[in-house]
């Protein structure tokens, strides 16, 4: 592997469409090769994200902090509050702190980072040419073969592995 750190790499899709579980399987895997992976996530569902817990931290924060760091035994939580928009390139820059060999990006579905677009359903095949950069789709069993048809690039079963070999030949 000729790693060039970190590799960006990002997962799309419509909502409910098993991107966390699929980021969750990557992240196991590249463990596994001793790939140290790090998460970008949008949220994409408006507003901001909830803070359930009413640690020392968060009630900070919900205070009115502009951020709240902890860190205890090499583990931090970050919260904060960015004035506007948080820029896709500085939140990476953030992300590149921690020395990952892979920042994976859920969402940001229009940002031109290389991608993977996870299919559903026949409605989500049109992102196929909407989107830039994408390098690979996944489909769920009852939209692989449709999947295939319209795709010009890799299409892997969502209930394999058959990903992983691929992802890392592109690392």
């Known amino acids: 592997m000729a790693l060039v750190k970190p590799f960006i790499f990002q997962v799309v899709g419509y909502q409910n469409r098993g991107k966390t579980t699929f980021i969750t399987n990557i992240i196991e895997?590249?463990?596994?090769?001793?790939?140290?992976?790090?998460?970008?996530?949008?949220?994409?569902?408006?507003?901001?994200?909830?803070?359930?817990?009413?640690?020392?931290?968060?009630?900070?924060?919900?205070?009115?902090?502009?951020?709240?760091?902890?860190e205890g035994d090499g583990t931090i939580e970050l919260l904060g509050n960015f004035k506007g928009k948080a820029p896709i390139a500085e939140l990476i820059q953030l992300l590149?702190?921690?020395?990952?060999?892979?920042?994976?990006?859920?969402?940001?579905?229009?940002?031109?980072f290389p991608?993977?677009?996870?299919?559903?359903?026949?409605?989500?095949?049109?992102?196929?040419?909407?989107?830039?950069?994408v390098k690979a789709a996944v489909a769920w069993p009852e939209c692989l073969e449709r999947t295939r048809d319209h795709a010009s690039v890799p299409v892997f079963p969502l209930d394999s592995d058959q990903f992983i070999p691929w992802f890392l030949k592109q690392i």
Do not use: C, W
Not at 96 to 112: A, N, Q
């Open 29 to 70: 895997k590249l463990r596994a090769v001793k790939l140290e992976t790090a998460i970008l996530k949008h949220h994409g569902h408006g507003g901001k994200p909830n803070i359930t817990g009413m640690k020392d931290s968060h009630k900070h924060f919900q205070a009115g902090a502009a951020a709240s760091l902890v």
């Open 96 to 112: 590149g702190l921690f020395l990952p060999d892979v920042i994976l990006i859920e969402g940001y579905k229009h940002e031109d």
């Open 115 to 133: 991608k993977v677009i996870i299919i559903k359903e026949e409605s989500d095949l049109p992102l196929l040419e909407r989107l830039t950069n």
